[in-house]
């Protein structure tokens, strides 16, 4: 296991090396010079030996020309706070010429932090359950190896050429990343890649510049629909709502029990009687929904969980607060309920919210009990699930039994597996037609 | 970035040009070029792409199934290898006429169809098939200046489309100059170390392992350059029947088709020859007119050439599991590695290899105007065959000379032709190619023959040795409707390789005749049937009783070690050790060897309180009951003893303490 660990490090050391140095025709030479070596093996039955060595001579040359780039650059880049998964991000980056002499033909890459994995997540990845291919498979190992390493850069960078640099001056070009997977991108440098006059090898000078960006998840678009639900009290919980809808109404003076808050005490009536008095005021009402996501799952990442969070960053984003509450509830290390709407939180922190959501590993009951807790507040519930099971029929039931208008969003890698499923607004969306699935839900 | 204009065109007729293919390469370089001037494009998708590659796959059976009727041997790969441009052809042609300048890599038959195919590889093709191009030429071994040029030119025209603007087109020219030099330089380096490597690692090898010759192809040292070593080894042995002469030459396996040093045997086809009794293989009926010869030789593989005189037709005492023999007279058995020691009858004036067919009459194309030279140089073709034949051996004994040291040839010849127009010298892989294709060259088939030549008599071993040194080739010419050996290589070739002998070659010889003896008398004994071998009872068990009993002998007394270890322990647990104990205390140490008795006289007369010791003879008298009395004490004497010594500690501690 150790050795398959190393392995696979030095593996992927190598890979991004060839990737930085060697330009795609480098790459096709690397390619041809294997083929050569197994066609011309034998000097004596094929002249194949005679392409390998020109060959050979044209890769030494170009590398040999690496070796010498003596120039000397400035990087600055203007990143922004956010980004979308599948969006391509196009920012702002300053590089200034520190030379003499005019810099034509560059190329530059952003380096993008190394996504190291100790030994114990390694045999976490491979050997984590998952039901496509054998988990035996060398080369499948390989493949959720490189899933992991995406999964942990969480962005890709291509190599962008750079207009002709002039000496001592700076331009201002427009860097790439096109984000793969939610979460924080860490950015590390600039390399300036200058290739050989064969563009085989690239010499390169790398510029230590660390940024860090967020991913917020992928959003589908929404039809337009209501969630409807009559308004419920929503007793001092939301304090710190603003005064839009039901504002605070005055109703009566009563006497002081231990737990009332303190900004409610009527001071005058205090000096008055000599004993605390209270203000009694009338409870506040109005529309909260639920959105809660599922996260209950064996493996530490899965592409429906992944669609899962981008479901509900579109439901989060589409939902209109001014006049009613969303508390997005979900299970990660421990049960979270992040409320926003009524002037309380923005969509924006709600989307951070879900690019930081894990995978949990634990019972579903946890899931069950957040919601058990908060099932009374509610007028409305969206309920994205990951699978079907006894335990979410149970939720999925439980919520039922509210007769609060419920929408469920079952995604699934099977749509067939789900087809005898008959529950209203139940809706099954299968991996791929995402899409197309949620322009089908209909008001309920 | 595309493929320079007419790049492919040019690099499929650089292909056509090195492999022949003329008659393909023309069209499908036209064809290519031309959807440059024809607008009408298909709008072909993966699936049709897909479809493309599954004539490519139909192409690739109906090649592969033509080379192997064609051509049986290890050569077929090289040549599958120059049919590639012709196999991948339909897809570059298809993306050419289509309206995509890209291919998805999922339409390739490597990869699996799958329903929900997201990710989409596009690629050009182009490029690919350029790569495959230059190296399917490449297989074609066309071993002249005209090669790498070309290569080089089409390659360097590629390096210049996709070259960085940042340099000059100077720099780049004297770099690809540069490269080019250095690619030469480093071409003709590799070559040569190859051949220095194999032949250093064949001459360290041989000494372990003998390579098997391979029935179906060989590979002859024609067109290496230095020289030609072999080892001092004895590889068999051969003896004739008394009174009968030893045949000169041993065949072991015959080809008939020739390219670029190599020879292979068409379409050879092993039948299995049936067994007789007692391992006999009868390979032909058999004749009243025979001779006979030993031949004793070590089977170091499952699979092993026999070496056979000319006009074998029996084999004897092989003890092997199964013997084939091809259409060429080569004979090869399967066996467990061992030692062989089989017996042969033959008539050197029969021959039982097929008739000759159009191949034992194809000159390779590159050696066709050098066998013509030299053909009207001898005047061969108004010869008859008798003549011809003395001709030929004339004019190698008299013209060329036998050399273990190879020449550097000239680019523009092959090594073969440089051999027969210019420098003459050669080894006999040398003059039986030669000859062969020559006596082609005038309509007398032949045929490619390796064997060893018998002519090293041992006086040691008394028979002939023959040694790897001695392995040599020759020609199979078919006149008067009979296969006869024609040998051309100078007499002197003999003593020369004698030269090469080495200085230990006595003492090389000597340590494998003990060798050789040894694993003759293993044979033997394993030949013997068991029943032979009941006068063996007697001795056998006289050994094994002797033994027996000698091991039951150790055994006892190890036994009695073991005991009187146990018994010496009686008697250690006496109470008297506590006595002495105190008194050591006391610094009144017993000496080493001082018994008892004579140290409690020492200790009354040293002591001013001598009653004191008095009881303690009655005591020790008692312990060395207890210690040495083969029948022991009694379990009440022994309490006895027990509180005797007790006793007589605490009046001796009373003693003391009164004392003080």
Known sequence: ?444 | MKLPPFLLGATLLFWGWQTGFWIIAIPLAIIYESSRYINWRWNLATADFRSTSHICTVLLVGVLIYLLVSDRSLQLIFSFFQWLPVICSPLVIAQAYSTSDRVDLHALLVFKEQANQKQLFPLDLTYPYFALCILAASAANVRDLFFYAGAVFLIGHVLITIRSKRFSVLVFISLLILATALGAAGHIGLHRGQIALQQNTARFFYRFYRPQTDPNQITTAIGDIGSVKQSNKIVLRLKPASGQIAPTLIRQATYNKYSSGFWGATKAEFVPIKAGNNNTWILENGYPEKREVTISENLDEGRGLLKLPQGSFRVNKLPVEKVEQNQYGTVQAIAEPSFLSYQIQYNPQLSFASPPTAEDLQIPKLEQSAIARIINELELASKSPQEILSTVNRFFSTEFSYSLKLARQRRDRTPLSAFLLRHRSGHCEYFATATTLLLRGVGIPTRYTVGYSVHELSRLERQYVVRARHAHAWTQVYINGKWQAFDTTPASWIAIEDNAASNWQHFQDLTSLIGFQFSQLLAIVKNIEIRRLWWLIFPLGFILVRFSRQRQKRRLTALRIKQNAVEYNIGADSEIYLIERELNKLGLAREQAETWQNWLKRLQNASDNSAIFDGLYAIVKLHYRYRFDPHGIGVREREQLRSACRAWLEQYQSTLNSDR
């Open chain 1, 1 to 444: 296991m150790k050795f398959l660990y190393h392995l696979f490090c030095l593996g992927y050391k190598v890979q991004q090396w060839l990737l930085k140095r060697f330009t795609s025709a480098g790459l096709a030479i690397l390619v041809s010079l294997v083929a050569t070596v197994i066609v011309g093996i034998d000097t004596k039955q094929t002249v194949t030996y005679q392409v390998f060595a020109f060959m050979i001579a044209t890769l030494i040359i170009a590398v040999t020309f690496s070796c010498y780039f003596p120039a000397r650059f400035d990087v600055q880049r203007q990143l922004p706070r956010f980004a979308t998964v599948g969006s391509r991000l196009f920012y702002r980056v300053a590089i200034t010429n520190r030379n003499q002499k005019l810099q034509a033909g560059l190329l530059f890459i952003e380096e993008i932090a190394d996504p190291k994995f100790s030994l114990t997540e390694f045999k976490q990845i491979i050997t984590s359950n998952s039901n496509k291919g054998s988990v035996n498979s060398l080369t499948y190992i390989y493949y959720r190896w490189l899933c992991a390493i995406a999964q942990k850069r969480k962005a890709k960078t291509k190599a962008i050429a750079l207009p002709s640099l002039k000496p001592n001056s700076t331009t201002e070009i427009r860097g790439e990343i096109t984000p793969t997977h939610r979460g924080v991108v860490r950015l590390q440098g600039i390399t300036i890649l200058r290739p050989d006059p064969f563009n085989l090898f690239n010499a390169t000078k790398t510029v230590k510049q660390a940024g860090s960006l967020l991913v917020l998840p992928k959003r589908y678009q929404l039809p337009v629909f209501n969630l409807p639900g009559s308004r419920r009290s929503q007793s001092g919980s939301v304090s710190l709502a603003s005064s839009v809808g039901d504002s605070e109404e005055f109703i009566s003076l009563r006497d002081y029990r231990p737990g009332d808050p303190l900004n409610k005490i009527h001071w005058k009536s205090w000096a008055k009687t000599g004993k605390p008095v209270v203000k009694e005021e009338k409870s506040e009402y109005f529309v909260r929904h639920a959105l809660i996501l599922d996260t209950f799952q064996s493996q530490k990442h899965s592409e429906i969980l992944e669609e899962a969070v981008a479901v509900a960053a579109s439901f989060a984003w589409d939902f209109h607060t001014q006049e009613s509450l969303l508390d997005l509830m979900f299970v990660g290390l421990e049960s979270y309920c992040f409320t926003t709407g009524r002037g309380l939180g923005s969509k924006e922190q709600m989307l951070e919210i879900l690019a930081g959501v894990t995978a949990c590993q634990d019972n579903f009951d946890c899931l069950m009990a957040a919601v058990v807790e908060k099932v009374s507040m509610l007028s409305g519930c969206i309920c994205i699930l990951i699978s079907w099971d006894q335990q979410r029929r149970k939720l999925v039931n439980y919520l039922r039994g509210f007769k609060i208008p419920l929408l469920v969003l079952l995604i699934t890698e099977n749509e067939q597996q789900h087809e005898d499923l008959n529950l209203e607004n139940l809706y099954v969306l299968p991996l791929g037609k995402i899409q197309a699935a949620l322009m089908n839900i209909r008001s309920i």
